[in-house]
């Protein structure tokens, strides 16, 4: 851990020359097309989660601009990733995000595929006078590789290996153990905003005290070590139970301090005039609440069992995660407009305990996944929840949220991509406190050969 951390320092200059960029990027047709050839087409991408695909049969969808990927895992056991195109005439096989099937059937004229993309049977096929090659007209393979939790896809091969890829960050990710986690939540929002001003947005916390401002009543992002990695990855540790140093500090604890701290049966009056003392205190407390339900934190230091670790992983996906939970965002392109893009958010959840435990209670509280309590078994009536698909519009009209501090980050963004449209808007210009940003947009420079 120590060796893959080792340079993560404050932002309070950048490790990084700021060179700064122009809009080009967010704006340009002709840079959309660049990406889809260069960078898309080339990089390992999160097609989805290890959870939605653990057992055979089991199948998810993963778009990408104009292209759709099926994975799935066969009866052998084995996981494999195909283009989600009927080799007929092209139809799409696959609608939904995810599910359970025996075979893939063309809607329309109804071929039938295998789970690993062999073509089985195609209706009235003596009728074809060129006859039906089924070798050759097998779903289109993609490659693909499972690890940390995650599932991978690549659509050209190329040399770098998905280990060498993840190797600055899998030491940290894997002690997380995604792979033993349950998807609670999935969203996607469709956004008037280029993908990749969202991942500047989760890549600085510069704009976090003016438009999150309750996040001073929990977190230090004033001054939280940051992480620049190989292959275009960045990091952020983010101190919680604490209030943020950048204001005031107060006698007694915050509103959300305090429900950290009865979280974990502690007074909120002991800490006033001393609340510097509620960090240490609530990692404590929750070694001893797990140690009573029979959990260890033995893989982790006191500092993950109160702080938020963000993994940014190029190009697309950030990484948020805790000892009980992980929030998987993705930014994607839209398919022809570089000005929309949607954002995929899941929540994951490790429970603990059997299911025979699932109906007990301690001290009548229901625990879930989020630093505050920890989880109960997972219920035996447990279900994976579909997708619920909505727009920007939805989040900004309160008909739907994706949390408070995302909501406020999405009602922002629209109006970012209005303003770099404009003929007085020529180039982004960054602080150090941006140099994540800065670092993300030399490796996708780097990657696009600008």
């Not at 995660?321 to 994951?348: I, K, Q, Y």
Request: hydrophobic share 40%; proline share 5%; charged share 20%.
């Amino acid at each position: 851990m120590a060796t893959a951390f080792s340079h993560a320092h404050a932002p309070d200059r950048s490790p990084i020359a700021i060179s700064n960029f122009d809009k080009q990027r967010y704006v340009s047709a002709e840079w959309m097309e660049r990406e889809r050839t260069r960078l898309w087409a080339t990089t390992w991408l999160v097609a989805g989660v290890s959870a939605d695909l653990r057992e055979p049969g089991q199948f998810i969808t993963f778009d990408i601009g104009a292209e759709s990927i099926i994975v799935a895992r066969g009866s052998d056991g084995m996981l494999r990733a195909m283009h989600n195109a009927c080799t007929h005439r092209g139809t799409r096989l696959v609608t939904e995000p995810h599910g359970l099937l025996k075979k893939f059937v063309c809607p329309y004229h109804a071929w039938i595929y295998g789970l690993d993309g062999s073509l089985e049977s195609v209706p009235g096929e003596g009728r074809f006078s060129n006859g039906v090659p089924k070798a050759d007209l097998a779903l289109k393979p993609v490659e693909v590789e499972e690890s940390l939790g995650m599932v991978f896809v690549r659509l050209t091969p190329g040399d770098l290996s998905l280990a060498d890829f993840l190797a600055p960050l899998a030491e940290a990710i894997g002690t997380y153990r995604l792979d033993l986690m349950d998807v609670t939540n999935d969203q996607s929002v469709s956004h008037l905003c280029n993908w990749k001003a969202i991942i500047d947005n989760f890549a600085e916390l510069y704009h976090v005290p003016f438009l999150h401002p309750i996040h001073r009543r929990m977190f230090e992002c004033a001054t939280a070590p940051i992480g620049l990695y190989a292959h275009g990855h960045t990091a952020v540790f983010v101190e919680g139970g604490v209030t943020d140093s950048g204001f005031p500090s107060a006698e007694v604890p915050s509103d959300m301090q305090a429900l950290q701290l009865e979280a974990f049966g502690l007074d909120p009056a002991e800490f006033r005039g001393r609340t510097d003392q509620i960090r240490p205190a609530l990692q404590r407390a929750k070694r001893a609440l797990a140690a009573e339900q029979g959990l260890s934190y033995d893989g982790f230091t006191d500092a993950q069992l109160t702080d938020v670790w963000q993994f940014n992983l190029f190009p697309n996906v950030i990484l948020s995660v805790t000892p009980e939970s992980a929030w998987l965002m993705r930014s994607r392109p839209d398919s022809t407009n570089p000005g929309c893009s949607h954002f995929d958010m899941l929540t994951l959840v490790r429970f603990h305990g059997s299911q025979g435990e699932q109906n007990e209670e301690v001290d009548g509280v229901t625990r879930i996944g989020t630093h505050f309590r920890l989880n109960g078994a997972r219920p035996a009536d447990f279900r994976r929840p579909s997708r619920d698909s909505f727009t920007h519009e939805d989040i900004l009209a309160g008909h739907k949220t994706m949390t408070v501090t995302i909501d406020e980050d999405i009602s922002l963004l629209g109006r970012v991509q209005q303003g770099m449209a404009s003929s007085g808007f020529e180039r982004v210009w960054l602080s150090d406190e941006e140099c994540r940003v800065q670092h993300y947009h030399n490796t996708l420079d780097a990657c696009l050969g600008v």
